[in-house]
DNA sequence: CAAAAAAGCCAAAGCGCTTTGGAAGACTCT
DNA sequence: AGAGTCTTCCAAAGCGCTTTGGCTTTTTTG
């Protein structure tokens, strides 16, 4: 069934069928329900590829996604998943993920713009500087930042939470309890999200004329072996740190281990302060000793960039507003006065 | 820059550059070149969605998301889908997901069909008689099951691993080692992988004269959480089994948490073996005990999958081969022989 | 009450590609 | 040389929708 049929079986033309459907109002409201009702009774549905190609408008939002032999998508993108598909669903809104090289993502942020494969896109994970922001400015198809980049001289739209509020928080709290030597355990360096993490805690030590040791400070992959290889390392130094700050739940069961593995104590020996994205499949108040943690649901910022994303597309949202989230700190039983 | 006008610019007709462009045996080899190097120069790339409405191919593989409030995701879906866009890049193929009401699927899965929004879907956490397969094989879409459904009248493609072969092994090993009583942490078993898992227990137990106890077989959703309490639950009764088989990385580590709560020791109180879907961010040689587990990347079965529904797509591939790959047992320390 | 404005509808021209049904010219064969 | 066959190309008809520009008919207005 499609629109000639429609048309023809109303005795209308296409044109005033195909404006009765889609609310303009130069059509006769009784026309209008007419239509609107044989189109249901029918069981009419626009062709999307016709709709597409007629306007332009394809009901899609894009998302690059970087593979490659080196290259690991995190767990955290299904959790940001999770809630863009949510609000997605209830907008009729489908996902297309582009696989790229995770080298030369450019080509294909380019395709799909070109081609008009979808309306608007999000980017994830940025840098500062990111090319790939740079990039979708200058191209004009409505985007989202995911988290943050910085040092471009125009603004953009962005969701972002307060990673470096979180993390100063966190550090004073560990001050506060007498701490002098925090180590931070953060994710790629390269990543906004860890440089603001990195100056919440110098801030925080700062505030107290302390400093953030050269080697108390690690950058890696964030991996349960990794978090247990920068802990063992930090931990069997000379001036071993007594409190830890880390990126994410998954480094934390590293730490973890590798505390235990030192003949060592949580939070005797070592207080420990994790970021937690909020996984459905391992909870910080589940671990060995409950885990104090910054938390921040990565799920409803998915659902939240889905909805500008949307707002985008229709015309509602306009402008570079940025948003921050503040981030809950959540204290449990892994932190406690630093050992005399 | 459209056919038209390329077509114009080289005095051909846009059929024949059309033709030309596609490969098609009737235009002289001399024009070819003559188009597709002035194409190439001008950067001409035919419109996707033009190319689409014409000839009903779109160039992307489709999966049908269920989202909900209720619903997370789970982690295993992010590594399916790295192997899954590893293919996919090299291949120009984008994956469109469609994210639909976790209780009804159909109509998503009608939406995508009739308005030819794929070439190929593929189906993933099947059930025995699951309707999407049923659904999706009558509407005549390619489609490839990522595991296996049961109880069709008809065959259909699928790529799944030897889940009861891999959980026989398992519990062949553990009786080999003097176990008599053992245990299944299993996921939800409405799903055939976990019905293939039990069943392959139940005839490694059976083959030496034993049986898996009514209260010593659970299902729950594959969380660290669920593990825990299922092992509390498990060595807290009478007849406390002398070894668990686990369906999951992430379930084991809420079993090894309770073991430990609970003053036993692994492997010297019990034995534990789990499924191991190669998550590069925890790996079972990094439990506090190494893990024995059944080994099969779910990221490999993601290329294999994209890989054969280009197959499909292309007409490469036809029939209903279903495809078992073996699975490795891994043997590492947290298994030993039965206490005395 | 005639003129102007508004309402309601339609035919047809896109959107940019593929594909059908020829047609013209070159080549082969008897 | 005439008939038949390839080879090579083209005009035009879709694919199914939106949108422009216009044409009636009805309503409003001075």
Known sequence: MN???????????????????NGYPEVNEETRR????????HGYRPNPSAR?????????????????????????????LSGLGDYARSHELDLVLSP?????QETTYRRIVANRQVDAVYISSPRPADRRVALVNTLGIPFIVHGRSEGFDFDYAFTDIDNEGAFREAARLLIQLGHRRLALINGD????????????????LAASGLTLGEHHVCSV????????????????????????????????????????????????????????????????ENFSVPLSTTRSSIRLAGARVAERLAARISGLEEGARGEV????????????????
């Not at 730490?255 to 070592?270: F, K, N, T, Y």
Request: a neutral charge; hydrophobic letters at 45%; proline letters at 5%.
């Open 34 to 41: 007419r239509v609107m009702d044989a189109a249901k009774r």
């Open 52 to 80: 597409r190609l007629a306007t332009g408008k394809t009901g899609m939002i894009g998302y690059v996604l970087p593979t490659g032999a080196a290259v690991d998508i995190d767990p955290h993108f299904v959790e940001f």
């Open 325 to 340: 989230w503040p981030v809950d700190l959540v204290v449990r039983g892994s932190v406690a006065g630093a050992p005399a």
């Open 3 to 21: 629109l000639k049929q429609l048309a023809h079986m109303l005795a209308l033309s296409q044109t005033t069928v195909s404006r009765a459907l």
């Open 100 to 104: 790229a090289d995770a080298d030369d």
């Open 221 to 284: 992959d964030m991996t349960e072996e990794n978090g247990y290889r920068a802990t063992r390392r930090l931990l069997e130094a000379g001036d071993a740190p007594t409190a830890i700050a880390c990126s994410s739940l998954i480094m934390a069961l590293g730490v973890v281990r590798a505390v235990r593995d030192l003949g060592l104590s949580i939070p005797g020996d070592v207080s420990l302060i994790a970021h937690d994205d909020v996984f459905p499949w391992l909870r910080p």
């Open 189 to 204: 360096d390269r990543e906004t999200f860890a440089i603001h993490r990195e100056r919440g805690v110098r801030r925080a």
